[in-house]
């Protein structure tokens, strides 16, 4: 979620908080070398430090895709009307892969696209239903590459074609124009809009979260559908497209620049990301090996200098969670106030706070939390804050020799505000998405839970939990049980006071 300092906590030592979101929802669960339960969905194999299996390759990626692909199988779903923004996605699609074919025109301030979507319907129907925001003009539509009649009105792109359950199709959609950021369902002051920003010189960076993946491809924008992405984009001169995943190449196309990008492993679409601009490449590498990026504005050695800090976050969070869990992990700088922990490449504003210590911590946590194991409906945010930020207190204590209890005892007094103003953690007023109840309430909660089970089981447990979903989606009640048989405490009581409740519960 993005990152920024709405309802901070002043403390000489201690960080503000850091507003980003990773995401939960269904369909594949790993059982961990510990855990033989599968909690939802498609099972598989590995143990808890093990990397995933990969999703399709290169030679698979681009328009000619065939959605009986057998490397699709892993996206598969049963995606949900989200509780909290029931009109954004559409269950009745199940995205396996995502084709973006996109090219910027920053002077006209035109995006062509062409998507091509491998799909299963998850019921018979007379037509399905895709987000895509209505600036975007819809020219073709084909389905298995026959031409079909599409309706475009507001957000919602109604392809007329019948389908059949469980049968998988490949659309294609020819689209162009000029987007338009969505309205972010927030109060908070440091983003209002989501999804396509351009700035003043034509750049072009992307963070949605809830929503507003639709504002730049269509798209069945809830966090219960993963899917596998490949990107080609067309930059215009020297400037460079980035995106999610691995650079499979890089290449001069009649003065522009394409590049192309292939992200192997099931992705919600809010935890996707592009952006188009006069960007440097800086290669580096971490203590593990995991191969590292930097995406910077040309000429901002400050932003370069603060995300070098990479490796020693990375460490720190390795130490915690275990084996980083994809093939690499990107920082891309953009000029915006706020920050989010896109799949394997975290988006960063370039200001002094959204590029600190704290905030690389706490976006480098959620590609366990959010991105590894994403919940099945917004309501549910919490599932990755609560843990991100109980992570980012403990790397805040630890680096200013701090004990967590003076650092929880430093945020408890602003929580019950919080809850105050926004609802309690698991049932916060829809309105006011990403503010600090869904952080720091959870991260006390999670504090007074170390209490009671001791440190070997909740560090055990805080371990394994992404492990035991990887790929995957997992709803509150799966989470809540896994807990309880993995500690051996009966918790329901705890968990609704501190999730449900009114007003903030007794601490210890």
């Known amino acids: 979620m993005p990152a920024g300092s709405v309802n901070t906590i002043p403390e000489v030592g201690i960080a503000a908080l850091v507003l980003l979101v990773g995401a939960v929802v269904l369909a594949v669960v790993l059982t961990g070398e510990d855990d033989k339960t599968a909690v939802a969905g498609q099972s598989s194999t590995g143990s808890p430090d093990s990397t995933p299996t990969d999703g399709p390759t290169e030679q698979q990626a681009g328009q000619d895709v065939d959605p009986y692909d057998d490397a699709f199988a892993p996206a598969e779903s049963e995606p949900l009307e989200d509780s909290f923004y ?203 090996g995991v191969p590292l990026t930097y995406w910077t504005p040309r000429g901002d050695t400050a932003s370069l200098d603060a995300v070098k800090r990479t490796p020693q976050a990375l460490a720190w969070n390795e130490k915690h969670l275990g084996k980083y869990p994809f093939k690499s992990l990107g920082i891309l700088v953009v000029e915006s106030e706020s920050g989010m922990e896109t799949q394997t490449m975290i988006t960063l504003g370039n200001t002094d706070y959204t590029t600190s210590p704290e905030v690389l911590v706490h976006e480098i946590t959620h590609q366990w939390y959010g991105d590894l194991v994403t919940p099945t409906d917004w309501k549910d945010v919490w599932m990755n804050e609560g843990m991100t930020m109980y992570l980012q207190g403990q790397y805040e204590a630890d680096s200013s020799g701090t004990d967590i209890d003076d650092v929880m005892d430093t945020w408890a007094t602003a929580e019950p505000e919080m809850r105050a103003e926004s609802g309690p953690p698991g049932d916060y007023d829809p309105t006011t998405f990403g503010q600090g109840n869904i952080y720091y309430g959870p991260a006390l909660m999670w504090h007074e839970l170390r209490k009671k089970v001791g440190d070997d089981a909740f560090w055990a447990m805080v371990r394994k939990w992404p492990r035991v979903n990887a790929r995957g989606n997992a709803t509150r009640e799966e989470y809540l049980d896994w807990i309880e048989r993995e500690t051996g405490k009966e918790l329901t009581s705890f968990f609704d006071a501190w999730l449900m409740g009114e007003t903030t519960p007794p601490r210890s």
């Open 86 to 288: 029931p009109n954004v996605g559409d269950p009745g699609v199940d995205a396996l892969h995502y084709h973006l074919d996109i090219a910027w025109d920053a002077d006209a301030e035109k995006l062509t696209g062409t998507t091509t979507l491998a799909f299963r319907a998850t019921q018979t129907a007379p037509e399905f239903r895709l987000d895509l925001g209505d600036p975007l003009e819809v020219e073709k539509v084909t389905l298995d590459g026959k031409e079909v009649e599409a309706e475009h009105n507001g957000k919602d792109l109604v392809v007329k074609a019948p389908v059949r359950r469980d049968r998988k199709y490949a659309l294609v959609v020819q689209y162009s124009g000029t987007p338009e950021p969505a309205k972010a369902p927030t109060t908070r002051s440091d983003f209002t809009t989501s999804g396509w920003t351009v700035d003043d010189d034509g750049e072009v960076w992307t963070m949605q979260e809830p929503y507003g993946a639709d504002r730049w491809y269509p798209v069945n924008d809830q966090p219960s559908d993963k899917a596998f992405y490949d990107f080609t984009i067309t930059a215009p001169g020297d400037w460079v497209g980035v995106a999610n995943g691995q650079l499979q190449s890089q290449e001069k196309v009649d003065g522009n620049t394409v590049t192309e990008w292939s992200l192997d492993a099931p992705t919600s679409s809010y935890l996707t990301t592009i952006a188009i601009g006069d960007m440097v490449k800086t290669e580096d590498t971490s203590a593990s």
